[in-house]
C-alpha cells in the first residue's frame, strides 16, 4: 500500500516537473518572439501616447462645441423636419 | 417622408472596434443613391451616389452635414441620436434617389468610412423648392449599446 503510494506521487511528481520544464521553454520562445519586434512596440506605444493626448483635446474641443449648440440646434432641427413636413404635405394645384 | 429601417454595413463593427469612429467628435454626413448599396460596402467611394444637381453636392464628403449628432447614456447604456434632416431642391429639381447613406466623413483610413444606409422603398425625386425630411428617430436612436 504505501510502496505504491509512493511510485504514485513519484510519478505525479516527474509529471509537474516536466511540465514546469515545458512551461519555461514555452516562456523563453514567447520572450524571443517579442524581442523581435520590441523596438516597434516602443514606438507604437509613444505614437498611442501621442494619439491620447491629441483624443483628450479633442474630447475637450467637442464638450465645448457641444455646450455651446445643444440642445438648441437639436431642438431646431427637429422643428425643421416637423414644418417640412407639414409644407410638404400641402398640395397646390396648379 | 417617414422613418425607415437601418440597415449596418459589415465593415462599420470592425472599424468601430478600431476606434475609427468617434460620435462624440467626428464629422457625419448623409449622402444620397438611387443605387441599392450592398452591406460589403466600407467607404463612401463605393457608393454611387446621385449626380449633382438641385443643391445635393456629390463626390468624395459629398452629400448633407448632419450637425446635430448627439450622444445619451443611461443605466449602461449609451444611444447616438441624430436630429431630422431637411433636404430641399434648390435650383434645380435633384436627381431620384431612393437611399440614404450615412458615413463618417473624419476618418482618414479608411477614408470616410460607412455606417449604415437607409431604403426609403422607391426613388424620391424633389422638383426645385421641394423638401424631404430624413427621420433618424429621435427617440430609439439611430443605434444603442449596451
Known amino acids: ?74 431642438e431646431l432641427k427637429m422643428e425643421l423636419g416637423l414644418v417640412a413636413q407639414a409644407e410638404s404635405a400641402i398640395r397646390v394645384s396648379q | 417622408m417617414p422613418n425607415a429601417a437601418m440597415n449596418k454595413f459589415n465593415d462599420y463593427v470592425d472599424q468601430e472596434a478600431r476606434a475609427v469612429h468617434n460620435w462624440g467628435a467626428h464629422t457625419f454626413k448623409v449622402a444620397l443613391t438611387n443605387v441599392a ?24 464628403g459629398g452629400g448633407y ?14 444611444k447616438v441620436t441624430i436630429a431630422d434632416e431637411v433636404i430641399t431642391a434648390v435650383g434645380g429639381d435633384m436627381a431620384p434617389f431612393r437611399y440614404a447613406v450615412i458615413y463618417n466623413d473624419s476618418t482618414v483610413s479608411p477614408t470616410d468610412a460607412l455606417v449604415c444606409w437607409y431604403d426609403y422603398g422607391s426613388p424620391v425625386t424633389l422638383a ?6 430624413l427621420d433618424f428617430d429621435n427617440a430609439a436612436g439611430v443605434w444603442t449599446k449596451s
Open chain 1, 1 to 74: 500500500m504505501g510502496a505504491t503510494m509512493n511510485t504514485t506521487n513519484n510519478m505525479l511528481t516527474e509529471q509537474k516537473a516536466a511540465l514546469r520544464a515545458r512551461m519555461a521553454e514555452l516562456r523563453d520562445e514567447i520572450d524571443g518572439v517579442k524581442a523581435l519586434s520590441a523596438s516597434k512596440q516602443a514606438e507604437l506605444d509613444s505614437a498611442i501616447a501621442e494619439q491620447n493626448a491629441l483624443d483628450a483635446k479633442i474630447a475637450s474641443l467637442a464638450a465645448e462645441v457641444d455646450a455651446i449648440e445643444q440642445p438648441r440646434l437639436h
Open chain 2, 128 to 133: 426645385s423648392g421641394e423638401s424631404i425630411t
Open chain 2, 65 to 78: 452635414l448632419l450637425d446635430s449628432v448627439t450622444m445619451s447614456k443611461a443605466n449602461g447604456v449609451t
Open chain 2, 37 to 60: 448599396p450592398s452591406p460589403n460596402n466600407a467607404v463612401l467611394a463605393d457608393i454611387t451616389q446621385i449626380a449633382a444637381s438641385g443643391g445635393y453636392v456629390a463626390g468624395a
